[in-house]
């Protein structure tokens, strides 16, 4: 296992635990030479006019761990591409079906690109060729920007040295291995050596170039309220993907691309994964060639980007995982999860259970006083909620959310006594207390922006276009950043506040700043997502007991980026538990259930208008970080009593949910009745099965499936959580091996109504 580079084959294996990625340096040929026309001869180099390059970095393998590294055939570099062709190959379409591991623009691989950059002079050609290479042990940070983390002793940095000689430009292509799993981390730097300015108009941050093997591509795509549905296409000629151009990661797409063999399950068949560590604009692309070949390719989007790097300095593109699997998505799933709950949360909270939280959002909206809250928070201590979270409106004049975005003064009308009143009498109830924020913003009808009409981005000249009554702060300039941190830090230090949501409710547009001179403009959305990560960067060091949660108007942010700084992520405005099934299982196929903000609300549901049991919404929020969005003094009396049952089960479930190994045994989205998961923890002595049926067949059979992920040589007691008294109680009268659950199955019983839902409980015996 390792990084190793095989000096006499030329060729960097970079291994996993069961994986295996090879890179060839392929020699540029003497254009004199023509003795490398033969077909089939073991010569190692490309033909053609090359004069001006050492070496190309070719992509040779990524899959199943293998041991061999001799392997020159799987860059087809004797191969030529025309039949027949008077000079066999040359350099042109040389480069246009060589497996590039980092392909460049402007020379002749026309296919879709990694990196492209405009010169002074307006020349746009870029070619790298091998210089050299580093290998560390460890993993280095990144500057400013989130990513995965390892110590010496678990984790392996190479970095492949690439310039281009006429441009004096230096490109640096980067891959950790963590021993403990199989994702490997992959970024670039960018470091101008020259003595002239280098515009960068693309820098894209991984490629994956190899051959189709009958792919088909899975993406995550949205909207408000019905973010990361799962979508399978196969793989068709030219170009497909996801991307966005919003400054946001996006309800619409998400940073992630999935490459399956045709038909795979979760069991079966190949995936490869691309997931970005990013929270802005972003592109993720599949490109099918002539050749049939395929290239994957993640990072910054290009639109609307391009970064002045002056002679000396560098830029690092952000961090993309890769993940293979051999054995389906769940392998996928799982090395995710466990890659993000070792080396990328940071938090106190990563490995501690949250506080039951109650959030008043869809309780009172805007429209709330002390007393209110207090009545909250009293009736909820009562059924052991452990957290109050006050939600938007309580700053400035923000009765509504048409204005005062940016003032972020306590509304003393609204909280009589002020914030430190209201947080001592909620932890007099035993309760913490948590508070949410939109520091990014700025409402016209504010006194912030009466004072600063120049604050929000926009093009001079022209009217800025609302989303959501506001504008959006420009984050790229220092005096704003600091205003913004000052105002953070005051309110945050006025009281005892133990929670932050950090919301962002519209994306940007009009992009305009007037800080950034011309030149410099496409610069803005890449500055202001280093500028967020810099402000909650210093939100998490100077108060690092601190629990924050990210949200973005639901999920629109969620993703590995914003995972850096918070350990859970606001998922969905949808709350509805039947629409959250779909969501969730798009969330977790690759985060853990853990950074999943679910919460049980109240009916008719605020998003869909659906009733749905109490006892079903307790199960949806269980696989999530679990809390209540709703009056807890108005809700039924029989959905109250049942709180404490679910509070009891979050205590006995939530460590096995958060840390435990997540199998997916049926979807709702797929089958349109039912969806079953179960999440077993790594000891394998304990596991859990939701079951959620969503609508009942008249005059049905029970349903009998098999478990998943369980030791087929472990004896298992089953049990029913019983949410009328809070208890396991037996199911089925005998203990059955892991094996026969796993083959033979388990036998569910159809469930009386629409939208039932229950949970099993496994224990060895
Ligand atoms: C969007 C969030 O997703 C909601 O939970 C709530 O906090 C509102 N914003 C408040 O404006």
């Known amino acids: 296992m390792g990084i190793t ?9 970079i291994d996993t635990p069961n994986t295996s990625y090879l890179i060839g340096i392929v020699d540029a040929a003497d254009p004199t030479d023509g003795s490398s026309a033969d077909t089939g001869s073991k010569d190692t180099r490309a033909r053609g006019n090359s004069s001006v390059c050492g070496g190309y970095v070719g992509h040779m393998y990524y899959g199943k761990r293998i041991r061999d590294v001799e392997l020159p055939y799987l860059l087809r570099i004797d191969e030529p591409p025309y039949v027949p062709s008077v000079n066999q190959r040359d350099k042109l379409s040389f480069l246009d079906s060589f497996p590039m591991e980092y392909p460049t623009h402007g020379i002749g691989d026309f296919r879709e690109d990694c990196m492209e950059v405009r010169t002074k002079a307006g020349h746009t050609a870029l070619e790298l060729s091998y210089v050299g290479y ?38 640096e292509l980067y891959y950790s291995t963590f021993s403990d799993n199989d994702g490997i981390a992959r970024s670039v730097r960018v470091i101008n050596e020259g003595s002239e300015e280098i515009y960068l108009t693309k820098v894209l941050s991984a490629c994956l170039d190899m051959d189709n093997k009958d792919f088909e591509l899975l993406t995550l795509h949205g909207s408000w309220a019905r973010e990361r549905h799962i979508q399978r296409n196969p793989v068709g000629y030219g170009f497909q993907g996801v991307s966005s151009v919003r400054g946001e990661s996006s309800h619409q797409h998400h940073p992630f691309l999935g490459l399956l063999t045709r038909g795979a399950t979760q069991e079966e068949g190949e995936v490869y994964g691309l997931h970005f560590v990013y929270s802005g604009n972003f592109t993720g692309l599949v490109y099918r060639g002539q050749f049939d070949n395929i290239r994957a390719m993640m990072g910054i989007n290009g639109s609307d980007f391009c970064w002045k790097l002056l002679p000396g300095e560098a830029f690092t593109a952000p961090e993309v995982i890769l993940t293979y699997s051999a054995h389906g998505l769940g392998d996928m799933t799982r090395c995710y999860h466990d890659l993000y709950r070792n080396h990328l949360i940071r938090s106190r909270y990563k490995d501690r259970k949250r506080p039951i939280l109650i959030n008043n959002w869809e309780a009172t909206y805007f429209d709330f006083t002390t007393e209110k809250l207090l009545d909250i928070a009293k009736e909820a201590s009562k059924q052991g909620i452990e957290m109050l979270v006050m939600d938007d409106g309580w700053f400035g004049n923000r009765c509504d959310d048409n204005r005062a975005l940016g003032d972020w003064f306590v509304n ?15 932890n007099k109830l035993g309760m913490k207390f948590g508070i949410w924020f939109e520091p990014e913003m700025i409402s016209p009808d504010s006194d912030l922006y009466r004072a600063h009409p120049d604050w929000a981005i926009a093009v001079p000249g022209r009217e800025a276009g609302l989303c959501r009554c506001q504008y959006v702060l420009d984050l790229t300039r220092k005096e704003i950043v600091e205003y913004v941190w000052e105002r953070l830090c005051n309110i945050l230090e006025s009281a005892n506040i133990e929670y932050v949501k950090w919301d962002m409710n519209r994306q940007l547009a009009d992009l305009g700043s007037i800080d950034l ?18 402000l909650q960067e210093r939100l998490v060091t100077k108060f690092p007991d601190l629990l924050l949660e990210n949200c973005s108007g639901g999920g629109a942010r969620f993703d ?20 959250r099934l779909m969501i969730q299982e798009g969330t977790a196929l690759i985060y853990p259930l853990s950074c999943m903000g679910a919460h049980v609300s109240d009916c008719p549901n605020h998003a869909v208008g659906r009733m749905t049991p109490f006892e079903t919404r307790g199960y949806v929020a269980l696989t999530g970080t679990f809390g209540y969005e709703l009056d807890i003094t108005k809700i039924s009396e029989e959905d109250r009593n049942m709180i404490p049952k679910q509070v009891k089960m979050y205590h006995k479930f939530h460590m096995l949910i958060s840390q435990g190994d997540y199998y997916r045994i049926a979807s709702y989205a797929d089958n349109h009745e039912w969806d079953c998961y179960m999440i077993v923890n790594k000891e394998k002595t304990e596991a859990l099965l939701i079951y959620i049926q969503v609508l009942r067949q008249p005059n049905c059979h029970s349903r009998i499936f098999p478990c998943k992920g369980l030791s087929p040589d472990k004896k298992y007691e089953i049990f029913r959580y019983d949410m009328k008294n809070g208890e396991d109680t037996p199911f089925g009268s005998a203990s059955l091996y892991g094996e026969t659950l796993m083959n033979a199955g388990i036998r569910i019983e159809s469930l009386w109504g629409d939208h039932q839902g229950m949970m099993l409980h496994f224990v060895e015996q």
Do not use: N
């Not at 580079?5 to 294996?13: A, G, L, M, T």
């Not at 001179?517 to 810099?534: K, N, S």
């Open 412 to 426: 003393e009308d609204k909280l009589k006594g002020g914030l430190s009143y209201l947080v001592s009498e909620v």
């Open 517 to 534: 001179p011309a030149d410099r403009m496409g610069e803005l959305c890449h500055r202001y997502v280093l500028a967020v990560y810099e």
């Open 5 to 13: 580079y095989h000096e006499k084959e030329r060729v960097f294996s």
């Open 134 to 171: 580093e290998l560390q042990k460890g993993k280095p940070k990144l500057e400013g920007l989130p990513a995965t983390f390892g110590t010496e002793e678990d984790c392996e940095t190479l970095c492949l040295i690439l310039e281009d000689r006429v441009l004096s430009l230096k490109v």
């Open 560 to 579: 590995p980026g914003m995972l850096y700084y918070s350990p859970q992520i606001w998922c969905s405005d949808d709350t509805d538990a039947i629409e």
